[in-house]
């Protein structure tokens, strides 16, 4: 799929090094995002889950998305914040003990661990309600029509259509062994392949991108959603056969349905492949400009963790 | 405050006939607001607090303003059904075992004891980006940029700002002996009066209202929203004394700070009806047209129950 010429371009750009930049501005914006006022505590618990670090993953597409479609980096920022307060919401509620139980969180405790269930509930409630909150008093040099677009597809995102939806599925398919792959499937667009796709789509809407783009880039997403998620099931068994003294796979343990346990770990690389391959056919029209968004998508399958 | 002519006026208004028959309408636009799809789990557990009756004071408001404003029914019902997802939500959460742990709502089994504790989280968060959604996807004849106000004004009403901020520190202050009326005015305002104060606001907005016409309907409801929650304070003392066989005051039981406790009753009657005669001032301006919110404003202090 990647020509000669696109290859040498490829090698010039220097994914590590633009990642850490925008990671450092969308850093910046979360911080500022949310002051602490009365009762604090409530803003405390809110803002000790949402400047706990991680990738900025979706903030960082919803950007890139935004300038690649002639947009700029400020009518995409407040989305791109609200993108982040949604993943961070749906990372504490999933982590209570009525969940999946987690006391840790990338090497920190979890919200509830700190401030107790009660307030963690509230803190993502709280985070969820801010997230729309943000994008509508926030959004500059944005038609309003676009940005209510941005909006719905926020909520669609997250409600029972997208991640709740998602995780309800993925609750009830828990140490069950009849799990098809459209059940996999179903439980992986809503739960993490939805956001990834909005986060991609609201940057091109914000920059007024026509219909055909739009389709063009939800696809891309998509694609390197699934992909992504292929991938960390293929990590969780494979890291642990060749990192001696990790803990053996999660998903293993929990007895969860994965691509590898239904179709072996070579298909399943094999099927992440194809999806970033067809992610980056996607980007062809837009030449040297899509070289962020191509670089994310070879990323997906080419990371050790 | 209410001159002769008025109170010929409202001695003809019938409010009860006139909440039965928006009930009735606000019902038929809820039960159509949330199709069954998959997975069909967390919708029923939605629709099966969403459907529990009640009533329905929130979306009557907002139906009841826009139309006090010249604009229409139409414009402000799904902006009326966004408030009750948003006013279920708050329940759902507030019921949780980590909250106020109740078995009980209205009579029916509360959500988490007929779905389960996760489900009844994510029934909670589903509602209310739902909310978020469905104003985003369904108004229509209203500027956009009167649509995004009202959504911003939601998420703040929801948020640490409002009813998450409320709920913070109503549960601090539980068991404690020291809470000012400062603090139980602070915990009233955000987590009732904000949301009534939105209901009235948004329909005037979505109307179109001056900033005039909102600022006075602003104050209407903040004054009813407070005395509703005083005279609910003192219903929960003297029904106990003048119904035998009831249960004693949940308030008393739960060492809650109430405005009777702060101010004895006699002064806290007189303060609701210090507040709802202010609300009726505000009315003045809108003749015969504003006998609904006149008749609510009446209903407030008189009510037994």
């Known amino acids: 799929m990647v020509t ?66 002639n947009g700029t980096l400020e009518m995409a920022m407040p989305t791109a914040c609200a993108l982040e307060m949604i993943h961070t ?16 969180r990338r090497g920190k405790l979890t919200n509830h661990k700190v401030y107790g269930e009660d307030i963690a509930i509230l803190a993502g409630d709280g985070l969820l309600a801010y997230a ?31 991640l709740v939806g998602g995780q309800v599925l993925d609750l009830e398919s828990e140490g069950r062994d009849d799990i098809t792959s459209d059940t996999l499937t179903f439980i992986h667009t809503h739960k993490t392949g939805a956001l990834l ?23 891309y997403a998509k694609n390197i959603g699934l992909a992504f998620q292929i991938v960390d099931d293929i990590l969780d068994i494979t890291a642990t056969q060749e990192e001696l003294g990790k803990t053996a796979g999660k998903d293993l343990q929990a007895q969860k349905a994965t691509y590898p346990s239904l179709w072996g770990i070579e298909e399943s690389r094999k099927q992440a492949q194809a999806l970033v391959d067809d992610a980056i056919a996607q980007l062809a029209a837009y030449g040297e400009k899509a070289e962020p968004l191509r670089a994310i998508a070879t990323y997906i399958v080419t990371r050790k963790h």
């Not at 990642?19 to 979360?30: F, G, M, S, T, W």
């Not at 400047?51 to 900025?56: I, T």
């Not at 959004?139 to 909006?151: D, F, L, S, W």
């Not at 796709?197 to 696809?219: H, P």
């Open 132 to 162: 729309f909150e943000f994008v509508a008093t926030q959004t500059r040099n944005v038609a309003p029509q676009k940005i209510i677009e941005v909006i719905a597809r926020l909520g669609r995102t997250v409600g029972a259509a997208g």
């Open 197 to 219: 796709e909005t986060s991609v789509v609201a940057g091109a809407i914000l920059a007024g991108a026509s219909e055909e783009d739009i389709q063009r880039l939800s696809r």
């Open 89 to 104: 919401m749906s990372l504490i509620h999933d982590d209570l003990p009525a969940m999946d139980n987690d006391d840790y």
């Open 4 to 69: 000669l010429g696109e290859q040498a371009v490829i090698s010039q750009f220097n994914l590590t090094s633009y990642l850490k930049e925008r990671q450092k501005v969308v850093e910046e914006a979360l911080e500022q995002s949310l002051p602490i006022i009365r009762p604090e505590k409530i803003y405390e618990s809110m803002r000790y889950s949402l400047l706990a670090g991680g990738k900025r993953l979706r903030p960082i597409l919803c950007l890139t998305t935004c300038e690649l479609m």
